[in-house]
């Protein structure tokens, strides 16, 4: 490969992705308590998760680094193991995280060898995982009869923009940084 075709896909081997997608579902499970055990040191509760959204940057990672197999089976993994050991996040938003998780994991892995900068990788994903939670959020009203209210979904949004920012600054750093250390390695 050129440099400039240099593939983000750093782990190559079935073992290699397995192991990414472990430590990616394991970091997912233990980031966000890190925000959350800071949050509850500044009295911000769980707004310090809900604004940064750490789980997202080992799911978009691993997408990026294994594929979209490992990245779509640690974003779905992720929230539901989180969820068995700490309760966290909460019943009603379990599943729509499970999807939207799933989602970003699968689409980056997808983008990874795809010819563009490593931003518009980024927000193709995360344009695709909010498009679906925003979608099973809307399927999830209607299958309860429930007044669908678009407020909700904004809702769901408007907090995790300080997130999406520094997702914006800090993945593609991170994957040209590493990319670059295997291109100079290999």
Not at 63 to 69: I, K, L, R, S
Not at 159 to 180: A, D, E, M, N
Request: charged residues 10%; positive net charge.
């Amino acid at each position: 490969m050129t440099k400039t075709m240099q593939s983000t896909l750093v782990f190559k081997t079935i073992k290699t992705k397995t192991l990414a997608a472990i430590a990616a579902i394991a970091a997912a499970v233990a980031l966000p308590q890190v925000f959350h055990v800071l949050g509850a040191v500044s009295d911000l509760g769980t707004a310090l998760g809900e604004t940064f959204l750490p789980m997202h940057f080992a799911i978009f990672a691993v997408g990026f680094f294994a594929g979209p197999v490992a990245g779509a089976v640690a974003g779905a993994l992720s929230p539901l193991l989180s969820f068995f050991l700490t309760a966290m996040p909460k019943a009603p938003m379990l599943p729509f995280m499970m999807i939207e998780l799933c989602v970003y994991g699968l689409v980056t892995g997808l983008l990874a060898n795809v010819r563009m900068p490593v931003l518009g990788k980024l927000l193709l994903a995360q344009i695709a995982g909010r498009a679906v939670r925003a979608l099973a959020i809307l399927l999830g009203f209607y299958a309860f009869s429930s007044p669908v209210a678009p407020a909700v979904i904004v809702n769901s949004l408007l907090p995790g923009l300080p997130g999406l920012l520094l997702q914006w600054v800090i993945l593609p750093l991170l994957v040209f940084r590493v990319t670059q250390r295997d291109a100079h390695a290999s």
